[in-house]
């Protein structure tokens, strides 16, 4: 019987390990940031997250079993991302999953990374549990660095794609924006902070397809009218109004997204709507989100940032709960750059 796993996540260029069991308990969670050493290319160069998830891993595994008090003797299986993602970091950790489930016979299964998003609300540690109501079905918003889409949930492995960016991930477009205002990678925190003190209303950005009638969205348009707009100001008057236009856009993208969840409760009538992925970090959007719900009569979960975020504990409970099922994974999966293969 399954009961409790390892986890690995490597998709992107967070390495994460963790030990978890099949209702969610986190037993411990661990995890090594790369962002400096994509900070200085201004984005995720995917052979140096390969590369650092090749050197991190096994110390990670390591710790994890140390920070639960546990060894290989008190787990039943491995779970393992393998995909969507960056298909060199993928590897490292399916590679390593395999490995280690031939070495210590015990059985693996590669974890749709989007999955562990939306089920991450499950998670539960010493410091964080959900409302004791929360259950399925719910709506799902999962946004972040490389995803924005919606999803209506209905059971494990139930997971109804409403609609998704056309183009530019939310995440995305702050970090782009970021860079080109010269606030660094990843920019998503720093246009957070910035915007703290900030007009929301000074600037006039788009809010492409807040209207249309599906739940899509789109934020490559945006992302240009951020461009065009730090162009026309030039570097003084940008660095001088930073606070407003860091506030300005990060609103406009906090109306799309509140506007598309508003419209996917609506039509499946669903009380209950969960926020995850890195973005969801972001305190306008949580702010503008509760209020919201609140407004609704309807329960809002966002899981703590260490399970919004790309983290292993979220894999480790989908594989967990799949395994227990039955569902193992053979010695020839592959990796996949998509959700759906
Ligand atoms: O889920 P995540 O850690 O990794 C991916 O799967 O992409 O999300 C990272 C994304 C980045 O784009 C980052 O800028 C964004 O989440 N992010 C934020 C905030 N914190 C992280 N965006 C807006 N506001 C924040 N506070
Ligand atoms: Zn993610």
Redesign the pocket.
């Known amino acids: 019987m399954i009961e409790k796993v390892l986890a690995i996540e490597t998709s ?1 260029d ?1 390495t994460s390990v963790a030990i978890v069991n099949r209702s969610g308990w986190v037993h411990s969670v661990v995890a090594a940031s790369q962002d400096l050493e994509h900070e200085m290319y201004g984005g995720i160069v995917p052979e140096i997250a390969a590369r650092n998830h090749s050197i991190a891993l096994i110390p990670l595994i390591e710790e994890a079993f140390k920070k639960a008090g546990m060894t290989w003797s008190d787990v039943d299986g491995i779970a393992v991302t393998n995909r969507p993602g960056l298909i060199g970091a993928l590897i490292v950790g399916l590679v390593t999953a395999k490995s280690l489930s031939q070495a210590k016979k015990i059985p693996f299964l590669g974890v749709n990374h989007l999955e562990g998003h939306l089920l991450a609300p499950f998670l539960k540690d010493a410091q964080y549990a959900p409302p004791e109501d929360f259950d399925y079905p719910y709506v799902g918003l999962a946004i ?3 995803h924005t889409s919606l999803y209506h949930i209905t059971e494990l492995g139930e997971y109804r794609v409403l609609g998704a960016t056309k183009d530019d991930a939310a ?2 477009c ?2 782009k924006f970021a860079k080109m205002a010269g606030l660094g990678f ?4 720093r ?2 902070q910035m915007a703290k003190t900030g007009n929301p209303k000074a600037y006039e950005f788009p809010r492409s397809m807040i209207h249309d009638e599906t739940f899509d969205m789109s934020f490559s348009g945006l992302k240009s009218s951020g461009q065009r707009m730090l162009e026309q100001l030039g570097p003084e008057l940008v660095q001088e109004h930073l606070p407003d236009l860091c506030a300005s856009f990060q609103e406009a993208i906090v109306d799309v997204l509140i506007a598309k969840l508003e419209r996917a409760a609506k039509v499946f009538r669903s009380k209950r709507v969960i926020l995850t ?3 969801s ?3 306008r959007l949580r702010a503008r989100a509760e209020e919201w719900a609140a407004q609704k009569g309807l329960r809002l979960v966002i899981p703590p940032l260490r399970y919004c ?2 983290n292993a504990a979220m894999i480790g409970y989908v594989g967990a709960l799949r395994m227990a099922r039955g569902e193992f994974s053979e010695l020839d999966l592959g990796p996949s750059p998509q959700a759906l293969a």
């Open positions: 992107c967070d972040s660095g490389g995440g995305e702050f970090d990843p920019g998503g925190q246009i957070d992925g890195g973005v970090a972001n305190s975020t790309d």
